[in-house]
């Protein structure tokens, strides 16, 4: 609901951050964005992640993997191109090292989830479903840099929807959020897909599937050839992205979209919800100053503060396009 009374700025603090995702309260919509804050202990000297909404595992398989081969990582001019393979301390090890220091922040977590075969999902989403913490599992089912599974359940409407509708069946207590992938000629089918398949939730976009050439070695610069575009670079495409998700697919279903894609200040922030996104997920921004995290909310609040607003959902899918 819109709001209209004047407010000082001494009562910025006051501004409403929060939102629900599919029936999770967040304190406000900022979240990391799945492999760029490992399981969160790897942060825990650099930032306060209790500034967070809610914390976002990486990819967790059944199987520990070692991931690719190294270089698997290289900056751009305006973002970072990664090729990590998903390499993950494996369901078990996660569960009982990884999980009690994510207890420790106090909030709301949702794990990614990977795998190779569809029973792979099944088996890890099964296993989250007795640990309160635990609030969603994300499908990862976008990934550009693994042989097998990762994006290859991502790209066919028809696979995305089995998928979804398979790990469905076993999500009883957890919400369940699909992560698409840009790599598409049109990501509304997907997303409409992972809808059918009773997703409760969709986040988007995964990284851009691109390439870095060495001129003198005249060889690609990462071992696995190619690697995910992530950072400012994809930010207007993620934009886009959502606006098209959200008006085609996420509105009319009612669920929420997480949107990513270089987020790194409030304005970029601001965008995302204005084209429809409830959440919002930081990634490669983190690596450059994960204190950006206090100044996007700060931002918000004030860009809400300055146009009389009380909460961010005033704003939320606000875009006027016509
Ligand atoms: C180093 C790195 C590792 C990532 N690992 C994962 C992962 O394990 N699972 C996943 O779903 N996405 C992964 N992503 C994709 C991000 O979650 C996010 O979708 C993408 O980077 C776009 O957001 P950004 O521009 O804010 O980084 C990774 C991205 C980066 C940069």
């Known amino acids: 609901m819109e709001t209209t009374n004047k407010r000082q700025s001494g009562d910025i603090e006051s501004i409403d951050l929060s939102v629900n995702i599919a029936g999770v309260e967040l304190d406000n919509p900022l979240m990391?964005?799945?492999?760029?804050?490992?399981?969160?202990?790897?942060?825990a000297d650099f930032v306060d992640l209790g500034e967070l909404g809610a914390f976002v595992t990486k990819s967790i398989s059944?199987?520990?993997?070692?991931?690719?081969?190294?270089?698997?990582?290289?900056?751009?001019?305006?973002?970072?191109?990664?090729?990590?393979g998903l390499a993950n301390v494996g369901l078990d090890v996660f569960i009982s090292e990884k999980l009690p220091k994510l207890q420790a922040m106090n909030l709301p977590v949702f794990v990614n989830i990977a795998g190779v075969t569809q029973a792979d999902y099944i088996q890890v989403a099964e296993a989250l479903e007795d640990i309160d913490i635990v609030r969603g599992v994300e499908l990862n089912i976008s990934c550009p840099n693994v042989k097998a599974g990762g994006i290859q359940f991502g790209v066919d409407p028809s696979a995305v929807e089995k998928i979804t509708a398979a790990v469905k069946k076993v999500t009883r207590k957890n919400k369940l959020i699909v992560k698409l992938s840009p790599n598409v000629s049109d990501i509304t089918a997907t997303a409409q897909a992972a809808v059918n398949g009773g997703a409760d939730a969709l986040?988007?976009?995964?990284?851009?599937?691109?390439?870095?050439?060495?001129?003198?070695?005249?060889?690609?610069?990462?071992?696995?050839?190619?690697?995910?575009?992530?950072?400012?670079?994809?930010?207007?495409?993620?934009?886009?992205?959502?606006?098209?998700?959200?008006?085609?697919?996420?509105?009319?279903?009612?669920?929420?979209?997480?949107?990513?894609?270089?987020?790194?200040?409030?304005?970029?922030?601001?965008?995302?919800?204005?084209?429809?996104?409830?959440?919002?997920?930081?990634?490669?921004?983190?690596?450059v100053d994960p204190r950006c995290i206090v100044e996007i909310k700060n931002g918000i609040r004030k860009y809400l503060a300055d146009r009389d607003k009380s909460s961010v959902q005033d704003i939320i899918g606000a875009l006027q396009i016509d």
Do not use: W
């Open 203 to 287: 986040s988007l976009i995964n990284t851009l599937t691109a390439m870095a050439i060495d001129i003198d070695t005249q060889r690609p610069i990462l071992a696995n050839k190619t690697g995910g575009l992530s950072g400012p670079a994809i930010r207007p495409v993620a934009v886009y992205m959502v606006h098209r998700v959200y008006t085609q697919v996420a509105k009319p279903a009612g669920i929420p979209i997480i949107g990513m894609g270089g987020i790194q200040y409030a304005s970029d922030a601001i965008e995302f919800l204005l084209a429809g996104a409830t959440g919002l997920a930081l990634g490669t921004s983190l690596f």
């Open 62 to 84: 059944v199987a520990p993997r070692s991931g690719n081969e190294y270089p698997r990582i290289v900056e751009t001019r305006a973002g970072m191109m990664n090729a990590i």
């Open 32 to 43: 990391t964005a799945s492999g760029t804050c490992g399981y969160s202990d790897e942060y």
